[in-house]
């Protein structure tokens, strides 16, 4: 049985069989997950939004990549953003916007506050998403045993460095088994 707590700040890998578009070959960082339900962020799909226009339509100075992209976090209130960080120095980590995710070194917050402080943040440290996965409780266990997701572990270079096009090949990888072999079954993975 999964316990609650121990699927918080892991990677969830979608399996071919997961017949929802939103999530085919995704891989998502679950940012909480308790009895209440859970959240999750899409790890490996961008949309056609530039992180410098975003900023500029926020009066907000980017100072980051220029080719950098917005990310797809899932399809629940895509007009909502979240940014997730793992450079704690350019955060004031007592600002009630912002949550650690687990015992990493990895941040979640929704504030243009935190998103000025952020924007000078060490390239490779900070993603921009806009919408979440969410799932209601027992949801996600349920589809779980379906067979619909495999867990693998947190990995900051998944999170953070891979490019979208090889995290989930990367991901199953990780786990020890070529992305080939995976076949449609159900139960827990």
């Known amino acids: 049985m999964i316990q609650d707590e121990s699927l918080t700040a892991t990677l969830l890998v979608a399996m071919p069989q997961l017949a929802d578009p939103n999530f085919r070959r995704t891989v998502m960082l679950i940012v909480e997950h308790d009895e209440n339900g859970t959240f999750g962020l899409v790890l490996n799909r961008t949309v056609d939004l530039l992180a410098s226009t975003l900023c500029a339509s926020l009066d907000v100075k980017w100072q980051g990549d220029p080719k950098a992209n917005i990310q797809w976090g899932g399809p629940v209130e895509p007009s909502?953003?979240?940014l997730l960080l793992n450079?704690?120095?350019t955060l004031n980590l007592e600002d009630p916007s912002i949550s650690r995710i687990g015992d990493h070194d990895l941040y979640l917050a929704r504030s243009v506050d935190v998103l000025k402080?952020?924007?000078g943040a060490v390239?490779?440290?900070i993603r921009f998403y806009l919408g979440y996965a969410g799932w209601g409780p027992g949801q996600l266990v349920a589809e779980m045993a379906q067979g619909a997701w495999l867990v693998a572990p947190h990995d900051r270079k998944a999170v953070f460095e891979s490019p979208e096009d090889v995290i989930w090949d990367e991901t199953v990888r990780g786990l020890g088994i070529e992305p080939a072999s995976l076949i449609s079954t159900q139960g827990v993975h």
Request: a negative charge.
């Open 123 to 125: 390239p490779g440290t």
């Open 117 to 119: 402080n952020a924007t």
């Open 87 to 89: 450079e704690p120095s």
């Open 80 to 82: 909502t953003g979240w």
